[in-house]
């Protein structure tokens, strides 16, 4: 989990990254990543699976009644179509990416820490 907590900053530094460096394109649409409200479904739907068993006709229809696995969540990249802030049509915000790159940083940051703290765990208890 960690570790897939890491590749999400990591994508998400690359899409703010982006969003500032087209902040002067006319008409850009900024960018973000949309990663824990589908892993929190996916949990919940573990925890509580559908009462009701429903039937599917077709492969590609959405299964409702199947818990859905958390390894399989994927981080989404979302364009903002709504909104407008600079007069070139540009939604970007420069301030505010710049405010999440430092949130970005740190959470790996503190990631990066929870995950060498695990492997000093192991690595004591492998010595005994």
């Known amino acids: 989990m960690i570790q897939r907590a890491m590749s999400v900053q990591n994508l998400r530094y690359s899409v703010a990254a982006n969003n500032i ?16 409200s589908e892993l929190k479904r996916a949990l919940e739907s573990e925890r509580n699976p559908v009462p009701m068993n429903l039937a599917r006709s077709e492969e590609g229809h959405i299964s409702l009644n199947e818990p859905y696995d958390w390894r399989s969540v994927e981080p989404k990249r979302v364009t903002d179509w709504s909104s407008t802030t600079n007069a070139n049509g540009s939604n ?20 990066a820490q929870l995950s060498n703290f695990e492997f000093s765990q192991v690595r004591t208890a492998m010595k005994k």
Do not use: C, H, T, W
Not at 21 to 36: I, L, T
């Open 21 to 36: 460096s087209n902040a002067g394109v006319p008409n850009f649409k900024r960018q973000e990543v949309n990663f824990e």
């Open 92 to 111: 970007v915000d420069v301030e505010k990416e710049a405010m999440d790159v430092l949130k970005i940083q740190e959470s790996y940051r503190l990631l």
